[in-house]
């Protein structure tokens, strides 16, 4: 067998621990900000880390959490889902809808449609921008549009009530398990489910070589197309399921559900480390970056603060997250570069 | 001995140009086969068919007797035939071990990707290739060479039977080809075929039993290596023979022109400091990486110096300024014609109009015709051969949008020509056309600052080589005294102490 | 966008001549068949209604032709209008001055995105999403959930006066004289040249001796300074300054400047072929609700045509792409095989 001569091999390289640190200063860096800003929170008002206050919380951070972590999902393959918060507009209202014209069906079936819808209409934003090889970013803006317009048709102006729901779905908003909410462990489950599939999985891996270079994925026979998608469709069924929670947080449904949330999606995504050129970041980034974004919404008004300031600082944050982001990755790039002289 | 792999009858257009016009090979089992032609001669159209980038229009693909359909690189990669492109095409995010067996990551229970397994055999393959390559590092900021390394062990991970190596060594310095070229033949001696492409005769002499030589799309010849002479390939290549490569006129050596001092960009290089005279060709040799390229953005003003001045015509340049540089008369032919020298997308006029657009304007404007006219000009006086100049360059040959690249500088009428690799990548013929070219502003005064890997070239044109290694310079060599030997030398940092 | 889409957008004729033709096309068509559509009136609505999303659309597009996006647009809008009312409140009674202070604060909110982006090389896309937040939370921080409506009725006639003998708003001017001086930037100066290029391939720009992050920070100033100027004319238009002025309008004018025929990815598009989108949504929009077309009908609409407009040049190329190859592979396939 061919063998040339064989030195030593260090599995362990400068440039390679730091990618790897890198990897976690991102994750650790937005659980530390977290952190503080829980800490500070709680030392000017203890109340607010109240059993109450947390459930309030993790509630609050549920739905963007949900849609983070499908916005995530396609923001790694370089392309972005503007549609998300018409998706979720949809498949609310149609879960009121089904509810007032078949009372009896049961939850589960309820999850199922709200899911499948979803995915329907991420099928629609895949297909036209997998097969029409047409850009994400037009599309989705495009579909954005359309799906809230086709909502607010069926709407006709109408709202649909917590009476109209059955009691047993509206408790699921707001009842807890060992004190967690059910609402946040979909969201978990979710995010796990999404997180070891990303690390774990032939498709998983792909999406991050098709958003790290799609050239260079046509010619490494990843089926790119499919695997985008994938991705679209995920991203739907995810916006999907977020809209029966929606539905079963908030018991009042009107064609408004989730307006103009896509920027936040994408602002939670890009707080919790994802690249907006794909190829880099994780979905536990971006959940956290959705729970970072409701706790200061949540914080603000306990620190004293006018709640007119939340825009603000939740604009301010962005720009400090993406700004530190670069400030790391150039580091870890330099470091890779001097470390590159390393074949004998 | 039936051959491995037989290409019969393969016809590929694209729109009204016929790349690839019924072109037969037929490459054996242990065997090394180069593949030579000028640019345009349809090589890369052939690597993509067998790659399965594109679908032949006509034509069969057979391999060990069995017809073979390819209907996407999935196909080619399970059916053992592997590509090495020219350019790397690794995922920089992704980490060295995964870009090696992507989609097809060893598994474990539940068809999850089993992790240790994959970077322990990453590991063995580095040891195999003899090279220091940590498998879990990140691609991203690894040299071309390592990439080269990555896009090998990919290779050898497939255990293809039939290795297509388009240009290989483009970007390699002299050791890294020679480890290469062990490794290549390692996996030619198991049984592989190896169609190596490649515009260096003397590896293709060196490495290969036959070579097939295209022209214009079509089968020119196939012959065997210890038959042919160099003279004989270029021959057919072009089809003619060629004048004398290197012609190199008498040139009066006046006044210095571009004088660089002190020029410094941290962890990339240090202290340069050299003179180039009115009239003169100096080459800036040394070995990729040596920091030559980011001396000569340094001076253009791409990037920032972080100590030092340039001057041209004794007056200084603001740092970083590349408005100011082409102003006081400076011009770069970049090393990258498709990233760095054109706007692919762009027609031939406005690219060979862009540096100079605003001297084209008549009160601030740019009226209807002015760059056409412009373009036209030059456009004629280089032979670029175009259907229109409103035509985008990306639909001309790459010898043509070299020239594209010539006339957009040398419409600015510069006093300070940079070159960067001037000739990488263009056919023979033009090649000599550049060359003669240069010759010939140096004589009317120009001061030529010329970048090249092939030595030759350096010494066919150069009256003085400056010689560059790690980041800095190592050695001033005239002509009289320049040769192979220095120059090498000086390059791999043994002369330094001299 | 792909090889195959130029090249079919080239084969459509000019986008630009293809939105005009629809342009007039709906107008013709509406003013027949709609009652209303023909009347002054019509038109006066029309265009107030395009005046803003035109002076934000027109800096919009050339970043777009540059490869950027700015979607800070609209709360930059937000943010001025409540700064006007602010200062109003607090007794600034010349509207010369409020214009001029308005200007120069776009400029800055511009500059401060041209900075992230071209000082920190970070991607426009998320530095305007960011500085898309912080500006309307500024607007939110400036008057809360107030409203500033007490303005002289003099200022908030004199934004919509109409000229002498028609019923149009007299702002059009303002708004031709600009769009002439961005085309021509555009079409027919070394600058344009050099924002086209950088589109297509900044790093060749550079080589060619564009100062590529100049241009691009100037263009997000630029930005800033129309949209602010498209919030005074909102405030006046209104006689309302509200912190919530305006609120996704960036998606609004995106859409208008993709619809007409600008590539997301830069490096083409026309300022013609944008201001008649422009144009052709504020005629449809109107047209449709003269004729008691329910609005959501209209916000499907206009995502339709945005979808159509990239896809249906791409599905023409591909299928005259398909034919050709059928056409050309018919004599080369052999009966023998």
């Known amino acids: ?344 | 001995m039936p051959p491995l792999l037989t290409l019969d009858g393969l016809s590929k257009s694209f729109g009204a140009v016929a790349a690839l016009q019924d072109v037969r090979l037929e490459l054996f089992g242990g065997e090394a086969h180069a593949l030579v032609g000028e640019n345009g001669a349809g090589k890369s159209t052939l690597v993509k068919i067998l790659a399965g980038v594109y679908p032949p229009d006509a034509g069969t693909i057979t391999l060990d007797g069995q017809p073979l359909s390819l209907s996407g690189p999935a196909d080619a990669r399970s059916a053992g035939i592997a590509v090495i492109y020219q350019e790397p095409t690794l995922f920089p995010d992704l980490s060295v071990a995964e870009n090696i067996f992507i989609g097809r990551q060893p598994l474990r229970s539940l068809r999850r990707i089993d992790l240790a397994k994959m970077r322990a055999r990453a590991a063995e393959l580095f040891a195999r290739l003899g090279v220091r390559l940590d498998p879990d590092r990140p691609a991203r900021g690894l040299s071309i060479a390592d990439q080269q390394l990555v896009e090998i062990a990919k290779a050898i991970s497939l255990e293809a039977r039939v290795l297509v190596m388009d240009e290989p060594t483009a970007a390699l310095s002299g050791v890294e080809v020679e480890r290469l070229f062990a490794v290549t033949r390692a996996l030619r001696d198991a049984g592989a075929a190896v169609l190596f492409i490649s515009h260096r005769f003397d590896e293709v002499f060196a490495l290969c039993q036959r070579i097939t030589v295209m022209r214009d799309g079509r089968r020119v010849s196939t012959g065997v290596t210890q038959s042919l002479t160099v003279d004989a390939v270029v021959r057919q290549m072009v089809g003619r023979e060629v004048s004398a490569m290197f012609d190199k006129q008498p040139a009066a050596i006046g006044e210095p022109r571009l004088e660089v001092r002190g020029l410094t960009r941290h962890g990339v290089f240090a202290d340069i400091g050299f003179t180039v005279h009115s009239g003169e060709i100096v080459a800036l040799a040394g070995l990729v990486g040596a920091g030559r390229s980011e001396v000569i953005r340094a001076i253009f003003g791409i990037d920032r110096r972080d100590a030092g001045e340039v001057l041209v015509d004794g007056a200084a340049l603001p740092n970083a300024d590349t408005a100011a540089a082409i102003k006081a008369g400076i011009a770069l032919v970049p090393e990258d014609r498709r990233q760095q020298g054109l706007v692919m997308e762009l027609s031939v006029e406005r690219n060979a109009t862009l540096p100079r657009r605003w001297a084209l304007t008549r009160a601030g404007l740019l009226f209807p015709g002015a760059e056409s006219r412009a373009a036209a000009t030059w456009a004629q006086r280089l032979q670029v051969k175009a259907a229109r100049l409103t035509d985008p360059v990306a639909t001309l040959s790459g010898g043509n949008q070299q020239k594209v690249v010539l006339a957009k500088w040398l419409a600015t009428a510069p006093r300070v020509l940079i070159v960067d690799e001037p000739t990488r990548g263009i056919d023979v013929g033009t090649k000599a056309e550049v060359h003669r070219l240069l010759s010939t502003l140096a004589a009317d005064g120009v001061a030529v600052l010329m970048v090249s890997s092939e030595l030759p070239e350096v010494l066919g044109m150069a009256d003085r080589v400056l010689v560059m290694h790690e980041g800095r310079l190592t050695a001033d060599i005239p002509r009289a005294r320049a040769g192979e030997e220095a120059v090498m030398l000086a390059a791999t940092g043994q002369a330094a102490a001299a | 966008m792909s090889d195959r889409a130029i090249r079919a957008r080239g084969a459509l004729g000019s986008w630009s001549a293809v939105m005009l033709v629809a342009l007039v096309a709906v107008a013709v068509v509406g003013s027949l068949t709609i009652d209303g559509v023909a009347s002054p009136r019509f038109w006066r609505f029309v265009t107030l209604e395009a005046i803003p999303i035109a002076l934000i659309a027109l800096p919009m597009t050339l970043i777009v032709i540059t490869g950027e996006i700015d979607l800070s647009v609209a709360s930059v809008l937000g943010l001025t209008c409540t700064v006007v009312g602010q200062l109003w409140v607090w007794g600034v009674s010349s509207l010369p001055a409020l214009i001029a202070i308005s200007l120069l604060m776009g400029a800055v909110l511009g500059a401060v995105n041209g900075l992230f982006v071209t000082g920190f090389g970070l991607p426009s896309l998320a530095v305007t999403i960011g500085t898309l937040a912080l500006y309307r939370g500024l607007a939110y921080v400036v008057l809360g959930d107030r409203a500033v409506a007490n303005y002289p009725v003099a200022w908030t006639t004199s934004a919509i006066k109409p000229l002498p003998g028609t019923t149009i708003p007299w702002v059009i001017l303002v708004v031709a004289a600009l769009a002439v001086i961005f085309a021509v930037v555009l079409h027919a100066t070394p600058i344009g040249r050099g924002l086209y290029a950088m589109g297509n391939n900044a790093e060749a720009a550079r080589f060619a001796g564009v100062n590529v992050r100049q241009a691009k920070f100037w263009l997000f100033v630029a930005s800033g300074a129309m949209s602010a100027l498209a919030g005074v004319f909102w405030t006046l238009r209104f006689a309302s300054a509200r912190a919530d002025n305006g609120t996704g309008l960036e998606l609004a004018v995106v859409a208008a400047v993709l619809l007409g025929g600008v590539s997301i990815f830069g490096g083409r598009g026309a300022l013609l072929g944008v201001l008649a989108s422009v144009c052709l949504l504020g005629v449809l929009r109107n047209a449709l609700q003269l004729a008691y077309v329910p609005e959501n009908t209209l916000t499907v609409i206009t995502g339709s045509l945005l979808i159509a407009s990239v896809v249906g040049p791409n599905v023409v190329g591909m299928l005259r792409e398909r034919l050709r190859r059928r056409r050309s592979n018919a004599p080369t396939v052999s009966p023998s095989s």
């Open chain 1, 1 to 344: 067998m061919m063998t040339v001569d064989a030195p030593p091999v260090r599995p362990q390289t400068r440039g390679a621990r730091l990618a790897r640190r890198a990897f976690l200063v991102r994750e650790l860096g937005i659980a530390l900000a977290l952190g503080l800003l829980v800490a500070v929170t709680f030392a000017v008002n203890p109340r607010f880390l109240s059993a109450q206050n947390i459930k309030d919380l993790l509630l609050g951070s549920t739905i963007l959490a949900i849609l983070a972590v499908g916005q995530a999902i396609v923001v790694i393959t370089r392309n972005v889902d503007l549609s998300v918060g018409s998706i979720l507009g949809l498949s609310a209202f149609a879960t009121g809808a089904l509810f007032v014209a078949a009372p009896g069906t049961p939850i589960a079936v309820m999850l199922l449609a709200g899911v499948a819808l979803g995915a329907v209409l991420g099928a629609v934003n895949g297909g036209l921008i997998a097969t029409a090889k047409v850009p994400a970013l037009v599309v989705t803006l495009g579909t954005l549009y359309v799906f809230r317009g086709l909502d607010y048709m069926w709407a006709t102006g109408r709202q649909i009530n917590a009476a109209d729901m059955p009691p047993g779905f509206l408790r699921m908003g707001t009842d807890t398990v060992l004190g967690m909410p059910v609402l946040a462990l979909f969201a978990a489950a979710v995010l796990i489910a999404v997180g070891y599939y990303l690390r774990h999985y032939r498709g998983g891996r792909e999406l991050y070589a098709i958003g790290s270079d799609p050239a260079a994925a046509r010619l490494s026979g990843i089926p790119a197309g499919r695997r985008v998608f994938a991705a679209f469709v995920a991203s739907g069924a995810l916006a999907g399921l977020a809209g029966v929670l929606h539905a079963a947080r908030f018991g009042t449904i009107d064609a408004n559900a989730g307006l103009g949330s896509e920027l936040n999606v994408v602002a939670a995504v890009v707080v919790g480390g994802v690249a907006i050129f794909g190829g880099s970041g994780s979905v536990y980034g971006a959940a956290l970056g959705a729970v970072l974004l409701t706790t200061i919404r949540a914080a603000l008004p306990v620190l004293g603060i006018s709640p007119f300031w939340q825009g603000a600082a939740v604009g301010a944050l962005i720009l400090a997250a993406i700004g530190l982001d670069r400030a790391l990755s150039a580091r870890v790039a330099r470091s890779l570069r001097e470390r590159n002289v390393t074949h004998v």
